[in-house]
Each structure stands twice: as C-alpha cells, then as structure tokens.
C-alpha cells in the first residue's frame, strides 16, 4: 500500500512560483509510474505531467510545456512538480498519483494510489 502526501500549494500572483511535493510512504516511487493531475472548479481532472516507470518518458500537457518541471529523487522517495510563470489559469486543486504498472501513464484512471490534493491559487 502506498500512501501520498502533497505539500506546497498556496496562493500566488501570476507570473510567481510554487513548487509541489508529493512525499510516499510504503514501497518506494522509484518502481512506479508518477503522476500530477489537477481539476479547477466545474472541469474534470486532467494530466498536468507525468513520468514513466523507469523515468524514459516524460510527458507534460501542453498548457504547462516549458513552465513546469515533474522530478522524482529516488533517494528521499518523493516527486516534485516545479511550476514557474504561474498563470490564473493554472488555479486548481493538485493531486499527485502513482502506479507501478500504468498501462498508459498519461490516463488518470491507470492510478491506483492518489494524494489528498493541495490548492493552488493564482492571483492575477
């Protein structure tokens, strides 16, 4: 069983930065496919980026292509997503999401284990 713990959300002017963190307890992330997913109010959840099981991959939405970053340190067991250039658009809930053996990493219903989800606001 693995458990997942966001931090890092918060309100922020447009054009700053946050920086998510989805801590895991239970086996390691470093055997599992990683996922961000966010839903703003009245939208459905969507892929904000994702990284294959053994970290070949890398896919980002193209909304956030070239202002945000998915990371994963093996070591302290924790992934990352760096989002620069913050638009009022990008205000949503934020859940992180891991799979050992997503048959497609990009689709949200391939994840069994999902964090409690973290607000982020952007202000403009």
């Known amino acids: 069983q693995v458990h997942l713990i966001e931090s890092g959300g918060g309100l922020v002017q447009a054009g700053g930065s946050l920086r998510l963190s989805c801590a895991a307890s239970?086996?390691?992330?470093?055997?599992?496919?990683l996922g961000w997913f966010r839903q703003a109010p009245g939208k459905g959840r969507e892929l904000v980026a994702a990284i294959s099981r053994n970290g070949g991959q890398i896919y980002y939405a193209d909304s956030v292509k070239g202002r945000f970053t998915i990371s994963r340190d093996r070591v302290d067991n924790i992934m990352s997503l760096q989002m620069n250039s913050l638009k009022p658009e990008d205000t949503a809930v934020y859940y992180c999401?891991?799979?050992?053996?997503?048959?497609?990493?990009?689709?949200?219903?391939?994840?069994?284990?999902w964090g409690q989800g973290t607000q982020v606001t952007v202000s403009s």
């Open positions: 999401a891991a799979d050992a053996f997503p048959l497609d990493f990009r689709l949200s219903s391939e994840y069994d284990y």
């Open positions: 239970g086996p390691t992330l470093s055997r599992s496919a």
